[in-house]
């Protein structure tokens, strides 16, 4: 990795005013067990990748052995949610452990006021060294971090801007190959001192834009991968939310989604405002002559053959689906091998006995089922993560869990096996428990609230809900006033409404009353009103 030119030195006074109050806390614990018998924290997190896109949760689209690697060696979460599935809403969630209506990060326009407490803080406070490398998204300033090098908003995939503790530098190379540089140096960096850490990886991948590392760009390759069994979904018993969003893959843009050149944009793209083709020509222009030169290789062909071929209905949609899953995937098998290289890096230091790691994403993604990408629904794609979890002594080897566990439980978590109290007012619950084979009387339903609307993207109404082990209800309100419920034994692809079968009363009941204490218990007194 390069670094080249030094762009601007924005927020040098917050920096002053943060890490100038920050120091002198290396050794520092608040509890009777010595700093460095603590073990270390690595929390990857990537933006947008599917459960169905990772080979331990059977996926039939790609191999992740490095992931696997994590979940095979310590535990994997077969029942992960979050709650409020938007990028900038999970990570206030992951850090402050509080739902979007607490911590006050509901939509992607929020700026996530980083003076309240966050695990970070808690962490940093009790003698962790701290860091966060990658994909921050949140409009404010990290705070608790003794170090910090983020991507600018949503970053690029190659060459991106980053800033470092304030200061924006450019990077060559690929983004996922560079947060994990950034990642294990900072690590290196720790490795002979006492104290113990704590880093957040959070990669840009796999998220829109879908722009592969070029040396995984193989021209002429002809891989095909299964449509889902609901790509032709008409919209049917469902309400009219499902059918009026603008997240349908045949509505992509046909330059920055599909790489054709040169483009025409016919669909919306989820955001009919946007220039996609200018914004399409600004990332191109990043790239530097011996990306461009691999990149066209693999991408031109591909397009005077779409032109020449010219393809119509749904040879046209089926077409739009494999480019986009082809290069979706890609991205992660760059995460993927990252992953591997870090973990080698982490065994070579003998650090793997001693360092919890977690592995998931900010939400899931669409992949096709319903014709859709994007995320934002309370349905199973976008709701479900994938969770794997390791620490060899605390958590045995091969194990799975199906209990409800969800994003707002990742800080507790983090605290408890740090051992740190965890505050009263956090609203997840610390899988440790559970990570140790001891728990009891864990939730038996999960809380859901989605925000971005009618602004932002995609054009999903609001809407909230409750998840059981089997059943759904989802209440869509703002400008509409509709409700969803699904039997998730009976009907795991959420295609058939029962919330007005007769059949089903007393289950909707039942599920209306549990949503309506869920609320209460959760504190969320959100206006349902437009
Ligand atoms: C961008 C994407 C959207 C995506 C949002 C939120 N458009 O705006 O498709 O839903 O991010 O994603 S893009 O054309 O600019 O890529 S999130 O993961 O950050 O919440
Ligand atoms: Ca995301």
């Not at 406070?125 to 170090?147: A, C, E």
């Not at 720790?190 to 113990?196: G, H, L």
């Amino acid at each position: 990795m390069t670094f080249h030119k030094k762009l601007s030195v924005p927020f040098i006074l917050c920096l002053i005013l943060i890490f100038g109050c920050s120091g002198g806390k290396e050794n520092e614990t608040v509890n009777s067990l010595p700093a460095k018998k603590r073990p270390n924290i690595i929390f990857i997190m990537t933006d947008d990748h599917a459960k169905s896109a990772v080979s331990l949760y059977g996926s039939k689209l790609i191999q992740t052995p490095n992931i696997d690697r994590i979940g095979k060696e310590g535990m994997v979460f077969n029942n992960a949610f979050v709650t409020n599935a938007l990028c900038g809403p999970s990570r206030a969630v992951m850090l402050t452990g509080k739902f979007s209506h607490i911590n006050g990060f509901r939509d992607n326009r929020d700026k996530f006021d980083g003076d309240q407490p966050t695990v970070i803080k808690h962490l940093q406070k009790s003698g962790y060294y701290t860091s966060m490398i990658g994909k921050w998204h949140l409009r404010s300033v990290p705070q608790g971090f003794d170090y910090w090098n983020i991507l600018i908003n949503q970053g690029n995939y190659y060459n991106p801007n980053m800033v470092e503790m304030g200061d924006t530098l450019r990077r060559e190379g690929y983004t996922t190959d560079i947060i994990t540089d950034l990642t294990i140096e900072t690590i290196d960096k720790q490795v002979n001192r006492e104290q113990p850490f704590c880093v957040l990886m959070h990669q840009k991948a796999p998220h829109r834009g879908w722009m592969p590392n070029v040396k995984h760009l193989t021209p002429g390759d002809t891989t095909r991968y299964p449509l889902p069994e609901t790509f032709y979904d008409d919209y049917k018993n469902r309400s009219a939310a499902a059918g009026e969003q603008d997240m349908e893959i045949k509505n992509m843009f046909y330059s920055m989604d599909m790489k054709l050149h040169p483009a025409e944009e016919p669909g919306s793209g989820g955001q009919a405002s946007f220039d996609a083709k200018a914004n399409w020509e600004n990332i191109y222009k990043r790239l530097t002559p011996a990306q461009k030169e691999a990149w066209d290789a693999y991408y031109k062909p591909i397009s005077e053959a779409f032109y020449r071929d010219n393809p119509k209905g749904r040879e046209l949609e089926e077409w739009m689906y494999q480019r986009y899953i082809s290069d979706y995937l890609k991205t992660i098998v760059s995460v993927d091998e990252n992953i591997g290289r870090l973990l080698d890096y982490l065994e070579e230091k003998e650090l793997l006995d001693n360092t919890l790691i977690i592995y998931t994403s900010d939400q899931g993604f669409f992949l096709g089922e319903h014709g859709w990408y994007d995320k934002r629904f309370m349905y199973e794609p976008s709701l479900s993560i994938p969770l794997v979890m390791r620490l060899p002594g605390l958590i045995t080897a091969n194990s799975t869990t199906d209990v409800l566990a969800q994003n707002i439980d990742f800080a507790p978590t983090l605290l408890e096996i740090a051992s740190i109290e965890v505050p009263d007012d956090m609203q997840g619950r610390s899988l440790k428990p559970v990570l140790e084979g001891t728990s009891k009387d864990w939730r038996d339903e999960i809380y859901y609230h989605y925000y971005e609307y009618p602004h932002g993207w995609h054009n999903v109404k609001r809407h909230y809900g409750i998840r059981t082990e089997r059943y759904k209800l989802i209440h869509f309100y703002n400008d509409i006033d509709a409700w969803e419920m699904y039997d998730l034994e009976n009907d795991p692809n959420e295609m058939e409404n029962l919330f007005d079968d007769p059949a089903h009363t007393e289950k909707r009941e039942e599920l209306t009353t549990r949503l309506a204490k869920l609320r209460i218990a959760m504190k969320d007194t959100t206006q349902l009103l437009p």
